[in-house]
């Protein structure tokens, strides 16, 4: 069985932390980005399954990231959950509209993050 890639994209350092520990713990190969630009590199090399993806990043946002991951071949069926501290209905709907396929708001259960991204990817 392939190994299942997560990238984690979040400019949070403890989020980040027990995500990363969390995915692990559950047999993934995680990867970790601080904001869009990083985040579009790693996936391009890694091509994970599914890409965790915070909005409010430094440089580039996390609907600007989504853009260009769907935008790129190699990349546009990747699995994009955005987890954001933005909760409104507009955000949520915008994220939607860009190809997200899922919005966790912040702040947010691990076991809800896991049994999603699990979810997604069977």
């Known amino acids: 069985m392939s190994k299942r890639k997560i990238l984690i ?4 350092p403890n ?4 995500l990363e ?6 047999a993934f190969e995680v990867f970790v980005a601080r904001d869009g630009t990083e985040a579009l590199d790693i996936a391009e090399k890694q091509l994970p399954n ?6 409010m990043m430094p440089q580039m946002d996390g609907y600007e990231t989504l853009k260009r991951i769907r935008e790129n071949n190699d ?5 994009v959950i955005f987890l954001s ?3 409104k209905v507009t955000d949520m709907e915008k994220g ?10 912040k702040p947010f ?5 896991i049994a999603d991204v699990e979810q997604l990817i069977t």
């Not at 599914?50 to 909005?55: A, F, N, S, T």
């Open 9 to 12: 994209v979040d400019d949070e």
């Open 15 to 18: 989020i980040v932390m027990s």
């Open 21 to 26: 520990y969390a995915f692990k713990k559950k």
């Open 50 to 55: 599914v890409i965790l993806l915070d909005i």
């Open 75 to 79: 990349l546009k069926d990747t699995k």
């Open 85 to 87: 501290a933005k909760n």
């Open 96 to 105: 939607l509209q860009l190809g997200a396929d899922s919005y966790m708001t």
């Open 109 to 113: 259960s691990i076991k809800k993050v």
